[in-house]
């Protein structure tokens, strides 16, 4: 199966994990400054899992 991307097709057949298409999808500037800036964000939310799953 591909999936169209921007300028590139992905063959999502290929891939074998999350972490694989990330590796690849960061070699995208723009991709890469929008991942970047949600990080702080991202990182509050699983701080707050960590502390719910932690209480249980």
């Not at 590139?8 to 991709?31: G, H, S, W, Y």
């Not at 702080?40 to 719910?52: N, T």
């Amino acid at each position: 199966m591909k999936v169209k991307g921007k300028e590139r097709n992905i063959e999502l057949n290929k891939m074998k994990t999350f972490d694989d298409l990330l590796v690849q999808q960061l070699q995208d500037e723009e991709f890469k400054k929008e991942y970047e800036a949600i990080q702080p964000e991202m990182d509050e939310i699983r701080a707050r899992v960590d502390a719910r799953t932690s209480q249980e």
